[in-house]
């Protein structure tokens, strides 16, 4: 079945710490990936997305995102976290082309000290 | 430029009845998606409206319905209601169809609560 997997429910980092959340999808063929955040009491926010091309992809709030065909995987990371990175993140694919409807992982929480 | 809005932005409803929500697209956008988030099953894709035609629909029954007026706005109804459709249900709008190359923009959601 077609699904995205993001392993970690809730990650605890300290402010000015580095983060990666993981995202691994299961189909074959390459999907499109996008990264979203949800703060409380707000919708998604996309934060960047991969269609092909550079694997390494830039986004919004200065994070980054590096696909990885071997891995079946779409890692999002920054160097740097602030107290207001905290919110939830959820990684999401569409197969099987463009019209595809949007899956989504089961999120993970970030919280960050101070 | 304003934003998706959703109205009511909260709701307590009991079982049996049933329930209508609203979604006003950002001015211009004619494609608006609805979603459903719960603790257990997450995020989860219910249908898409676009120029007033149901695009696409997800995994979901029949009591979950849609419409969208010719002003993009779009309605989404839920008959007889159960426990499980407690969630917050997302509203997202993009300028045109297929969401993959249209960027989607999410509304803040409807919390609706069954009793």
């Known amino acids: 079945a077609q699904s995205v997997t993001q392993p970690d429910i809730h990650i605890t980092v300290s402010e000015g710490a580095s983060l990666e959340l993981r995202c691994n999808y299961s189909?074959?063929?390459?999907?499109?990936l996008f990264w979203y955040v949800q703060s409380p009491g707000q919708g998604l926010q996309l934060l960047l997305k991969?269609?092909?091309?550079?694997?390494l992809v830039q986004g919004i709030k200065g994070f980054e995102a590096e696909f990885k065909r071997s891995q079946s995987s779409f890692n999002l990371r920054k160097p740097s976290v602030h107290w207001s990175d905290a919110a939830e993140y959820f990684c999401?694919?569409?197969?099987?082309?463009?019209?595809?409807?949007?899956?989504f992982g089961k999120g993970t929480k970030l919280s960050v000290k101070p | 430029k304003a934003g998706v809005t959703q109205t009511p932005r909260y709701l307590i409803k009991t079982r049996g009845q049933q329930v209508t929500l609203s979604c006003s697209p950002i001015?211009?956008?004619?494609?608006v998606s609805w979603y459903q988030q719960t603790p257990g099953q997450g995020l989860q894709f219910l249908f898409e409206y676009f120029s007033e035609t149901q695009r696409n629909k997800g995994n979901f029954p029949g009591r979950f319905s849609g419409r969208q007026f010719s002003n993009s706005r779009s309605e989404m109804n839920v008959s007889t209601l159960e426990l499980g459709d407690s969630a917050l249900y997302l509203c997202?709008?993009?300028?045109?169809?297929?969401?993959?190359?249209?960027?989607?923009?999410f509304g803040p959601g409807t919390r609706l609560t069954v009793l």
């Open positions: 991969y269609f092909s091309g550079d694997t």
């Open positions: 997202a709008s993009s300028r045109n169809s297929g969401r993959a190359i249209n960027e989607q923009f």
């Open positions: 001015s211009g956008h004619r494609s």
């Open positions: 999401a694919v569409i197969y099987g082309g463009s019209q595809g409807n949007l899956i």
């Open positions: 189909y074959g063929a390459t999907p499109y």
